[in-house]
């Protein structure tokens, strides 16, 4: 087995009882990679995780961590540090307790404990805070206390369930690009999971998309944001427009697809459907959308429904009936008095970067 | 907001219970200072001897093996209700739970009289450890359990498994088990993770459980009555043979109001000691 695998799942099945939480799943864990596996509540990431520190073990398919198989190991005997969604600092310790009791479980000698209690305390910018109680940390701190606690015993691999999701929204923020710091300068492996798509593209290195147990797609997060191989990937990642339409001919290197009255061109390998008269979803991001007369030709029609001040843009929410609900987002404020709500609107855009998947006709 | 009239209704009965327990306890001091005449159920003048004869080594020791017998039984209770407990919170199969629940649990709901008896046909003479033990031949002599301090003890740790069972399993269910798991992610074995993560975050239930046994405990009276058979005597035993036998109320109350008041200093005890847990942040 190549020894840059850190964690490897092969053909991984857990169910309960009725529900098939992970379904056949086979992933590769790179040595020092941040990993993240988004997806829906629901969608199999917890138990996944827990399938790698051994807390549940699969009824198919086998678990490595490194070079080993550990699909029958007890968690204490894997080699892994966690950080749970709560924390779960022992409330009987004081922090340096807290971080040194992997060491002591490991038989680390007295010395070198606190050393490394010491250097872990530094890493996660708490230096001095040894003597503290995990009560009288804030939020923020105690997050960092128990991500020390996790990387001090320098496991093969690093599991964080969801850590941010209790932490207010700016504090949040700090703490993703602290974590993806500390993360990048320990170079320590790290599977992390959310239901956050933005916080999956801003820190992995790579994202499993999951859905309904199964891995819909592993990639890069711009490879997934730009080539999304599927439509629920496509819907799942970033803002964007799902649109009903029909396939109407491939020609060359283009396909025509009609949306409403419109008829619009998309390259060929952006079309994941093959054949003329198949229903499709047209996916479009909404900064690519630009409003236009409604007599332009080859737009789509409708009508200005809302405006959604942001700031930094403006979101335009334009009905256009049987289509459903279409977003625009633009930073000219202008548009705001140009196109005023209920005025009538065609909509165009550059849509070399949309996507096509099949539909099923009952949808 | 004005409270309707009849919310103070709802406060009746506990005014009457209040009221019944203060006057019984008025009762009590009242006689505790009155003198005895022996040979009749009147009291005398006001008295202090009542107090003075506390003094005595008799009563000194009656209150220090109740103080043992009531040490004896929490920590015997302790040792064997919490692995009960644990194994009624954390155990997997529902079968297993339900039936440590039910066979901790059941000795609530039979009469403390018919349980004392049952003890009896255990431990007595002809009882059932008696048989075994002479049927196949391990002892030529029946062993003396009945109208012994062991024998009292192991009825009262029957007697008070399920109080001791059900708060050790509140508080052991209190714990949240994201702590066990990282401290087993943290490379701490079964046997590590309750030793220094389970045990020490359930010793509020620990320390309530150990206090109300033994408080419990203090105030016995059928259990070794029956199966001390006035060999073995805790303070309420005393105090019966006092009151009915020799009518010495006066004295038979001096004795209940130092049991009520040791009672007090128990309670808190439990108080003090709770407050400390929680400022702990143990729950
Ligand atoms: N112990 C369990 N017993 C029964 N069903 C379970 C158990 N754990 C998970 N499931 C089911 O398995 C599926 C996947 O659950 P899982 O907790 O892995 O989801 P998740 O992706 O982590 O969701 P969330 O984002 O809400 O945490 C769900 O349908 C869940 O109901
Ligand atoms: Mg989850």
Redesign the interface.
Known sequence: MADDIAVRLDRVTKRFGSVTAVSEVSLQVRRGEFLTLLGPSGCGKTTLLNLV?G?LEPDQGEVYIGETRVTQV????RD???V?Q?Y?L???MDVFENIA??LR??KVPKGEIQSRVEEALDIVRLGGYGAR?A?ELSGGQQQRVALA??IV?RPQVL?LDEPLSALDKNLRARMQVELKEIQRRVGITTIFVTHDQGEALSLSDRIAVISEGKIQQLSSPDEAYRNPENSFVASFIGDINRIPARLVEVSGDEVAIAVGEARIRVPKARCHASRAGDPVWLFVRPEVLEPVPEDTENAILGTIYAHVYQGAHIEIHVEAGALGTIHLRTRDDGVMARWPVGARVGLVGDLGGAMVFPRDSRD | MKRQPFFYWFTVPAVVLALAFLASMGAIIQYSFRKHIPGSLDVGPVTLENFERLAHPLYFSVYLDTLLLSLYTSVFTLVLGYPLAYVMVRARSRWIKSTVLIVSIVPLFTGEIVRTYAWLNVLGHNGFINSLLLGTGLLDRPLQMMFTPFGVTVALVHFSMPIMVVILAAAISHIDTDYEKAAASLSANPIKVFWKVTLPLSTPGIVSGFVTIFAWTLSAFATPQLIGGGKVNMVSNIVYQLGFASFNFPFAAVLSLLAVMLTIVLLLVIYASTRRLEKMSLH
Request: a positive charge; glycine letters at 8%; hydrophobic letters at 50%.
């Open positions: 520190a807390f007890p968690p204490f005997q892994f540090g966690m749970f709560n779960a022992f409330p009987h009791f992997g479980m490991r109680h009560r606690r996790a015993i599991l």
